[in-house]
Structures are given as structure tokens and as C-alpha cells.
């Protein structure tokens, strides 16, 4: 009885074998500049803060991706896209009102791309392979960026948030020479967690949340017992928009309202993917993860193949997250927190 018993769990910890050695690889990693003498306590507490703070914005951009695929089954290539032209929208309207007025017109804009994209889109597309509707969302960031340049044009424009510029020195008493910690990325780390918060809420304790569970779990069950799902197909592309929005805020206050904006939104492709499409507190662990990962990849893992195989360096941040990923979905497709399909023959 007692062998039989214990089968289920063997066989769990068989299936979950890649995460414990995606687990065991990081901690090998995050702890090698320490036990190497690369790093002093307080730089690796500096890089490791800084890689969480970008995770948390990677994980607000993942959100967007996981929130269309789970409610709709659409892949949203054109999220990056959604990024820029909430940015764009808004930094050209705050040159003629105020920062406030310009993000509430910028939140409207995004909510009625939301309606066209639902009727114009979706609607005629419903139960077409993934594949078509994969190619829809791909024309569409392609209009939205083409759109984007022809109405608000394509130099860097400023968005000031009033977001404190100075960074900041932190436990000098603990540390020689302290931590040093940007006090913008604080700042921006704990908007983007407090939505992240709001948004996890929203999914499982209000009603219009479970009915977008309900219509990700299976959509024809969900409109048999009377969920319209035209209707929250709008609103998951409204929430999602609002969530570009937000992150094309922070990302164009940091770094400059820019095309290459849709490109660092498209960062958070391989953490939503990391944490399974369909998981949000998966793209949460998978934003850390990736954060934490290409901060520490790009800091001590480049030094040390510039210094093994005498390579320039730099660029290692680029295409870490990537390598990393396609490493896992080797052994783990599903991602770390996402549904496994299996079709029976």
C-alpha cells in the first residue's frame, strides 16, 4: 500500500525535474561571483536589486501576452506595437495638454483600437487556426507602427513623470562603498508591481475576471451559459492595452519615447513564454527570473567568456533570455506554470 502510495509523487518529481534543474542552474549562477570573489557582497546585492526592478517591468509587459492568450487564444505579436503607440499617443498629446489629460486621451485610444480590433479582427476570424490569427496580430503591429509614425512621427520624444533621476546609496553601514539603487527604477518597479497586484486581483476575485477564466478555460461552454464573448474579448484587449500603456509610460520615461520601444517590449515574448502563456502568475515568476538572469548574465557571465575565449564582450543581455528559454521548452514546452496539451489518438 505504502509503495503505491508513494508512485503519484515519484512520478510528479519526474515530471518536474526541469524546473528543479532550471532552479539548481540559477542558483549555480547567482551564487558563482560570489564563491569566485568576482563580486562583493554589496555589488551582487546591487546587480541582483537591478535585475529584479527590470524583471518586474518585463513581467508588466508579459502580462499583456498572457491576458489576450488566455482569454482568446490569440498569440499578440503587435503587444510591443501597443507599447510604442500608447508611448508615441501620449508624449504627443502632453505637448499641447497636460501629462494627466494626455494619458486619460491616450487610455481612450486604447480602449477604442481595442473595439476595432474586436470587430474588425476577431470577429471575422473566430475559429480560424492560430496560425491566421498569429499572421492578424503581425499586421496588425505592423499598421500600428506605420500608423503610429505617419500621425505623431518618428523623432525621441520626452515624457517626464517627475520620477527622480538621482540614484541613491543604501547600506553603507552593511556594505563597503553601500548599494547603489536607482530611484527611478524603484519607483517604476513598485508602479508595475502594484498593477501586476491589481490585475492578479481582478483575474480571481471579481466577476468579469472569473467570466475571462471562464472563456479561456473553454469559450464555447463559457457562451453557453450566456457570456458574451465579443464582449469580453473588448475588454481583454482593453486591459491589455491599458497595461501597454503603462509600460510604454515607464519605458519611455527611462529610455525616451522611441521605435525601438516595440523592441524592448518584445522582451517580455520569452518571459511570457518562460511562464506559460496561459499563467499569470507564471509571467510574474518568469519576468524575475529573466530580470534576474540577463543582469547577471550580462554582468559577470560576459566578463568571463570575454576573458576565457578573448572576445570583445557586451551584448550578452540581448539574447540571454532567448538561449534560456529555448533551452527550457526543450524539455518543458508548456512553460513552467502552463496547461499541458495532450491529444489522444
Same mark, same amino acid.
Given at each position: ?50 535585475? =529584479? ?7 508588466? #509587459? ?41 494619458? #486619460?486621451?491616450?487610455? =481612450? ?72 539603487? !536607482? ?11 502594484? =498593477?501586476?497586484?491589481?490585475? !492578479? ?22 457562451? !453557453? ?24 509610460? #515607464? ?10 520601444? !516595440? ?83
Amino acid at each position: 500500500m505504502k509503495p503505491a502510495m508513494q508512485r503519484p509523487s515519484i512520478a510528479r518529481l519526474r515530471r518536474q525535474w526541469p524546473v528543479v534543474l532550471l532552479a539548481a542552474l540559477l542558483a549555480a549562477g547567482l551564487l558563482a561571483p560570489l564563491a569566485s570573489g568576482a563580486a562583493t557582497a554589496g555589488f551582487f546585492l546591487e546587480v541582483m536589486l537591478g535585475g =529584479l526592478m527590470a524583471g518586474v517591468l518585463y513581467s508588466l #509587459v508579459a502580462l499583456g501576452f498572457v491576458l489576450i492568450y488566455k482569454a482568446s487564444g490569440v498569440f499578440n505579436y503587435a503587444q510591443g506595437a501597443m507599447v510604442l503607440f500608447a508611448a508615441l499617443a501620449t508624449a504627443r498629446m502632453a505637448e499641447h495638454v497636460p501629462l494627466a489629460l494626455a494619458v #486619460v486621451a491616450a487610455l =481612450l485610444l486604447m480602449i477604442g483600437f481595442a473595439w476595432l480590433v474586436e470587430r474588425l479582427v476577431l470577429r471575422p476570424l473566430v475559429n480560424q487556426s492560430g496560425a491566421t490569427l498569429l499572421m492578424a496580430t503581425l499586421g496588425i503591429s505592423i499598421f500600428l507602427e506605420g500608423f503610429g509614425q505617419a500621425v505623431w512621427g518618428n523623432d525621441i520624444y520626452r515624457i517626464d513623470l517627475g520620477l527622480p533621476k538621482d540614484p541613491m546609496i543604501v547600506g553603507v553601514h552593511l556594505f563597503e562603498g553601500g548599494v547603489l539603487v !536607482s530611484r527611478e527604477d524603484l519607483v517604476a518597479a513598485s508602479v508595475a508591481a502594484a =498593477l501586476v497586484l491589481m490585475l !492578479s486581483l481582478f483575474f480571481q476575485k471579481t466577476a468579469t475576471g472569473r467570466a475571462l477564466r471562464a472563456v479561456a478555460d473553454d469559450h464555447l461552454a463559457a457562451q !453557453s451559459i450566456g457570456i458574451p464573448l465579443n464582449r469580453i474579448w473588448v475588454i481583454v484587449w482593453a486591459v491589455a492595452g491599458f497595461v501597454a500603456l503603462v509600460a510604454g509610460l #515607464v519605458w519611455g520615461s527611462k529610455l525616451g519615447v522611441q521605435f525601438s520601444l !516595440s523592441q524592448v517590449a518584445l522582451k517580455a515574448l520569452p518571459v511570457a513564454i518562460l511562464g506559460g502563456l496561459t499563467s499569470i502568475p507564471g509571467a510574474i515568476v518568469g519576468g524575475l527570473i529573466i530580470g534576474v538572469g540577463e543582469k547577471f548574465a550580462d554582468v559577470f557571465l560576459g566578463q568571463a567568456l570575454a576573458h576565457w575565449f578573448n572576445l570583445e564582450g557586451g551584448g550578452i543581455e540581448q539574447w540571454f533570455a532567448y538561449v534560456l528559454v529555448l533551452g527550457f521548452l526543450l524539455v518543458r514546452p508548456e512553460g513552467l506554470f502552463g496547461e499541458r496539451h495532450i491529444d489522444r489518438v
